[in-house]
């Protein structure tokens, strides 16, 4: 079955950086087109940035773009999410995406 694994969240200052990886099974990975998600305290989802394949550049939300950086590794079955510079606003549970699945997601927060 389809199963997506998300890690590497914590808490951070801002300014700070974090690395969140999303170990995926149960597709093709690097046949899929995948995303990172995340959903602010009390908000609804936002789309954060999506990697697909052959896919010549990642896309990103204007409120992440230059800031974060979506990676994969079709070897490890894995997608990575860098994200620099954070902000308050950044914070939230971030949830690998492919289709309907999501994982049980990693919380993000930014604080000092």
């Known amino acids: 079955q389809v199963q997506l694994v998300e890690s590497g969240g914590g808490l951070v200052k801002p300014g700070g950086s974090l690395k969140l990886s999303c170990a995926a099974s149960?597709?093709?990975?690097?046949?899929?087109?995948l995303a990172w998600v995340r959903q602010p305290p009390g908000k609804n989802f936002e789309w954060v940035s999506h990697?697909?394949?052959?896919?010549?550049?990642?896309m990103y939300s204007d409120s992440v773009k230059g800031r974060f950086t979506i990676s994969r590794d079709n070897a490890k079955n894995t997608l990575y999410l860098q994200m620099n510079n954070l902000k308050p606003e950044d914070a939230g549970t971030y949830y690998c995406?492919?289709?309907?699945?999501r994982g049980q997601g990693t919380q993000v927060t930014v604080s000092s």
């Open positions: 149960g597709f093709a990975f690097s046949d899929a087109r």
């Open positions: 990697s697909a394949p052959g896919q010549m550049t990642p």
């Open positions: 995406q492919w289709e309907q699945y």
